[in-house]
């Protein structure tokens, strides 16, 4: 199975940037798209991005897109979200996670899921 392992979250002031870094691990023959989400306390949780594996297509949720740019390192089976010019609507605990299909915007298209890494802008 694959397991996925976040990082790079933080605290940072409203029009600050951080990159977040998934580590895939496992059997990722499988899982053809990344993608990016996020849990605010009280909210449902939401997609925020998502990258094919082999051809780098991307989606983005409304919200973040020009602002947030999702990527990948084949290579080094690993998936970023560079997160420029953060608003403090944008605090939530970010989940990776990883889908059988090719693409996938919604939560229950994805199998697997990371342990999320917390996101905190301060205004």
């Known amino acids: 199975q694959v397991q996925l392992v976040e990082s790079g979250g933080g605290l940072v002031q409203a029009g600050g940037s951080l990159r977040l870094s998934c580590a895939a691990s496992?059997?990722?023959?499988?899982?053809?798209?990344m993608g990016w989400f996020r849990q605010a306390p009280g909210k449902e949780r939401e997609f925020v991005a998502a990258?094919?594996?082999?051809?780098?297509?991307?989606d983005y949720a409304g919200s973040v897109k020009g602002r947030f740019t999702i990527s990948r390192d084949n290579a080094k089976n690993t998936v970023y979200l560079q997160m420029n010019s953060l608003k403090p609507e944008d605090t939530a605990v970010y989940f990776c996670a990883a889908s059988p299909y090719t693409k996938a915007i919604l939560a229950g298209s994805y199998d697997t899921w990371g342990q999320g890494t917390q996101v905190t802008v301060s205004s």
């Open positions: 990258i094919r594996w082999n051809s780098g297509t991307t």
């Open positions: 496992g059997r990722t023959f499988s899982s053809y798209t």
